[in-house]
Every structure is written in C-alpha cells, then in structure tokens.
C-alpha cells in the first residue's frame, strides 16, 4: 500500500509559521531571513507576508525589513490570563521599581523562551530587549534563567541542546549552565551580567503557585557597574513572595494557566 503524502501545512499554518520566526533577536527580517528560519518557499513567505502586512500584524520599514505590526501587540495584550497577571503584579512591580528606579518585569514560559508579560521600563538609559510581548531566550536572561532553573528535565535538556550566543558572557557551555542552575535553585534568584546585551545586568526571583511550583519570574534589569544590584536581591525576594500569595488567593496559582502552549 502506498505511503500517504505528509500532510501539508494550511494557510494559517503557515502565516503562523512566518509569525514564529521573530523573537527578541530577530526582530527585523528580509523575507530570505523569513523563508529560511521558516523553511517555506520564498515565493510563499512573499504572498504570505504581503497579507499580513495589509492587516497590520507585519510592518514593513524604509530598508525593506519587516517586524511585527501593532495589531499583534494589540491582541497579546487582550490575553485574558495574562491580563489578570498584569493587574495583580503591577504595585507590586511598582514598589520595586520606586525603590531603584530600574526596569522591572514579568516573565512566564513560552515554550524554550520567556515572554515577558509586563514591563515598567527604568529611568536610565539602556538598550531594551524585554519590552511586554517580547519572547527572550531562557538561559541569558534573569527571568528566563528562573524559569529553566525550576522548568522539568525535558525543557532543561532541550535548552542546554542549544545555547545560542549573544554576548560575549553569554554562558554557552551546558555544563557550566546546568551547574548554575542548581545555585539559583539553592539560592532562591538568579543574577546575569550582560548576557543578553551589553551594559545590562539582571537579578530575577521565582513567583510561586498552587504547592509552591514555579509559574512565573520578577526580575529587575539595570545597567551594568551603575550600582550593585545584587543588594536588591532580599527585597525582591520578599516581594516576590507577597506576589505569590497574592497570585493564588486570586486564583492565578495554577501554572497551565500562564504557561504559554
């Protein structure tokens, strides 16, 4: 009996696979960029992208790169759960952000990568990566690193497989990663220095559901040799603990309901 043909993907299939390939580091692409990392033939991406872009979920710039359009934003934000998780979180992300005046933020887990669900942005200038909607890479940044820290073998396996680098400190050898990991578990946060961009360092704490399971990370971003922000740990660490218990008396402790599928 002969072998059926592999299903073809279906029109939304595919404009979602064009969607899929921007993250945080690629946030403008050619439509080569956009063919290749989404392995649709280019004359498709083409068509594909044309249309997204008369709905405004592409953007085209002046150099003939596209990035992700507002109505993409727009929708993002309508995430019922997610929005529930803004409100509770923001005065808590207020109180932190009052006593150091740095980007504070909100992240869960989005498949191999973080999305950053909240953001208040911080009052010295730096580069910024993690605006809200932004998907970030787990092992280069606080929050993420929180997350892979408590994450299950599987996610942990897949994310030390591939560690793509960014800076020159990005930790890149699984070895040295996993073994991190383990300190951040033990130690309650995780700390980064420029590992996602240079300039920038991080410190980031767990927020803790239903039976204390990891649902998502605070974590607060500022520039590097400015201050030591590792004096911010025990205040992030009491404040992410007051977020927690807020979490799962508003019925936001369960961590399918953040998890981004």
Request: some cysteine; aromatic content about 4%.
């Amino acid at each position: 009996m002969a072998e059926k043909p592999a299903p073809t993907r279906s029109v939304t299939g595919r404009a979602l696979a064009v969607l899929d390939t921007f993250d945080a580091t690629h946030r403008r692409q050619s439509l080569a960029a956009i063919s290749r990392r989404s392995g649709l033939p280019l004359t498709t991406v083409h068509r594909l992208v044309h249309e997204l872009e008369n709905q405004s979920a592409l953007v085209r710039g002046s150099d003939g790169d596209y990035e992700i359009g507002s109505k993409i934003w727009r929708l993002g934000i309508l995430a019922s759960v997610h929005s529930e998780l803004r409100e509770v979180a923001l005065p808590y992300m207020e109180d932190v952000y009052q006593l150091g005046n740095d980007a504070v933020q909100i992240a869960v887990l989005d498949g191999l990568r973080c999305l950053v669900v909240d953001r208040i942005a911080g009052s010295r200038t730096m580069e910024v990566l993690s605006k809200p909607g932004s998907r970030l890479p787990l092992h280069a940044t606080g929050v993420g690193k929180v997350l892979l820290a408590f994450g299950d073998k599987e996610l942990q396996d897949a994310v030390l497989n591939s560690l793509d680098k960014f800076t020159d400190q990005t930790i890149t050898d699984a070895g040295q990663l996993a073994s991190q990991l383990q300190t951040i578990r033990l130690q309650g946060f995780a700390q980064t220095y420029e590992e996602l961009a240079a300039g920038a360092s991080s410190i980031a704490v767990p927020l803790r559901g239903k039976g204390g399971k990891v649902i998502a990370a605070m974590g607060i971003v500022a520039p590097t040799g400015v201050r030591d922000i590792g004096k911010m740990v025990p205040v992030m660490q009491v404040t992410g603990a007051a977020l927690s218990k807020k979490l799962v008396e508003s019925g936001l402790g369960d961590a399918s309901r953040l998890t981004v599928e």
